[in-house]
Nanobody, 125 residues
Framework: QLQLVESGGGLVQPGGSLRLSCAAS????????ISWFRQAPGKEREGISC????????NHADSVKGRFSISRDNAKNTVYLQMNSLNPEHTGVYYC??????????????????WGQGTQVTVSS
């Protein structure tokens, strides 16, 4: 059974950093694009960062370029989202999602078939 489990969220002060983890089970990362999405209260789910399964190429939303980075550890079957210089606008529930043989060209939620339960990130002083 394919499963994604996010962890690493929490409360952080503005300017701080967090690293989110997305642990995958039931499938190999090599064949799936994995993307992170954020959903802020009252807003639509927004694509943040993505890593391609076969090539390892990444893509980031313009709003987080230079601030967030995505990586993976194939041995642990886990994808990470490193978030630096956080501000209150980054508050929301962060989800990881998988798309079989997917690409990271467009960070569009309907392109991704499998989703984790989400982890809350709150940036506040």
């Amino acid at each position: 059974q394919l499963q994604l489990v996010e962890s690493g969220g929490g409360l952080v002060q503005p300017g701080g950093s967090l690293r989110l983890s997305c642990a995958a089970s039931g499938f190999s990362l090599d064949h799936y694009a994995i993307s992170w999405f954020r959903q802020a209260p009252g807003k639509e789910r927004e694509g943040i960062s993505c890593i391609n399964g076969s090539s390892g190429r990444t893509n980031h939303a313009d709003s987080v370029k230079g601030r967030f980075s995505i990586s993976r550890d194939n041995a642990k079957n886990t994808v990470y989202l490193q978030m630096n210089s956080l501000n209150p606008e980054h508050t929301g529930v962060y989800y990881c999602a998988a798309a079989y043989l997917g690409y990271c060209t467009v960070l569009h939620a309907p392109f991704f078939n499998y989703w984790g339960q989400g982890t809350q990130v709150t940036v506040s002083s």
